[in-house]
């Protein structure tokens, strides 16, 4: 390892992947290392997969820490977009910084890539537009706007290989990378980043070590939302009040969801139900998949849902999700999800909660005995059956419930009262970073991309906006 690097990434996720890889394209004398507190991509596993419950892995999750960040098991669905748009209505903010047609490119780029290391080249939703004009229709007349756009899906096995690929290929390539290594703190000196302080963290007793760098890149993802709030206060990073997405992940039949899934293979909806008018929208819908459940700091057990390309449930599961605003006077969008998220998990006994749609209306809770029989089998096996009503706030609850009954008379079952909620499905973002069109933060030297920062919220435009970094940092 070198003392002094010329830029030095905190995180490995996908960000940062196409941030190095585009790095030894541009400029292959540039020193670069990249820091990941969880492992490499080979080693990470989940054992949920064999034991059937999460086991809470120390000192990391192994879904959400390690190369490849949050993308390695994700479900790998990669989001483009239509030619015909006049903006991005998924995935981020990245075109805001770089505009519109300059996301597009980046975005073709960024997928040429993903192409070049083993991904499908079939696109899902671009073959039945009549069908899709037809359920859109029907989605505006309740209020509900129906985003479709071609949809590149890795499927959760295949994005394991394809960024095994890009590891190794960075190595070959003379990046730089540390693993099981969790930066500390940001070196910051009169406003300028200078560099890093890392521990290892297999090693409670090591001592703390400094490293230098020209420019320091922040790529920590929401798994490094929280550490990142906490270094932009110490450093006085600006920042601006941000937004944090609270919901469920709904699972219902595939025969229900056959359309949507046939014709797009994710639907996204966006709606604003009254009486609040905030934005709820469908995220990640998995058809015949298996909802998950990862662990974030303080131990959180939030759930999730992904889709194998092999193997395969006769559900679908998708995110409902509401995204809440907080600035005065209070400003804590991620504490205000972590304290929702913190009675789920009381409820649960450490645990994701499960919950039928029809005891929410009937004002019950949901018992285990009643799952047995229950038409809709649950995938997540370690949730535990109970009353999320509790613990999600009544607005958040009655912008679901509200959100369900209008989607039900686009998509006739969506209202099923068999179908089955879980919950905390929480999208924890930092709050936003302030950041200029080059991503360079209030600190000189210091830069934040992918969701970390509240700049992306989706495997493409995390990757894409690593891809620019590179080059912002080589002009
Ligand atoms: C189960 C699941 C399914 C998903 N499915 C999809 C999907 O189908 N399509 C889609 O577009 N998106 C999906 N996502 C979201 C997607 O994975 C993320 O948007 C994307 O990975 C963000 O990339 P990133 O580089 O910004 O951060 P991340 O991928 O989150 O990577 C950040 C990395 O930084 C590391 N880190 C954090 N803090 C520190 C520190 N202090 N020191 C050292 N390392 C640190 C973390 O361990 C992590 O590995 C899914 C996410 C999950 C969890």
Partial sequence: MKENYDVIVV?????????????TKLDKNKKILLIEQGKRVEDRNCPIEKIGKCVKCKPFCNITSGFSGAGAFSDGKLSLYNKEDE?????????????????????????KIYLDFGADDKLEGTEYKEEVGEIKKKAKKQGLTLIDIPIRHLGTEKAHDLYKKLEDYLEENNIDMLFETAVEDLIIQENEAKGVKIRNVKNKEAQAQEIYGNNVVIAVGRKGANWLVDMCEKHKIKTEAGVVDIGVRYELSDEVMKNI?????????????????????????????????????????LVNGHSYKDRKSKNTNLAILVSHHFNYPFDKPIEYGRNVAKNLNE???????????GDIYRGKRTWEEELKTNKIEPTLKSAVAGDITFALGYRTMTDILQFIRQMDKVVEGFANPENLLYAPEIKFYSNQVVIDERFETSIKGLYSIGDGGGMTRGLMMASASGVQMARNLCK
């Fill in 347 to 357: 409820l649960g006994n450490g645990n994701v909660v499960v919950q039928r749609l």
């Fill in 87 to 111: 903006d991005f209505y998924v995935g981020g903010n990245l075109h805001k910084y770089i505009g519109v047609e300059e996301t597009k490119k980046l975005i073709d780029y960024t997928d």
């Fill in 261 to 301: 899934n046939k014709y797009m293979y994710e639907g996204k909806f966006i709606g604003r139900p009254g009486p609040f008018g905030d934005k709820v929208r469908t995220f990640c819908q998995n058809p015949s998949g298996f909802v998950s459940s990862e662990v974030y700091d303080n131990n959180l057990s």
């Fill in 11 to 23: 995180g490995m996720g996908p960000g940062a992947i196409f941030m190095a890889y585009e790095m």
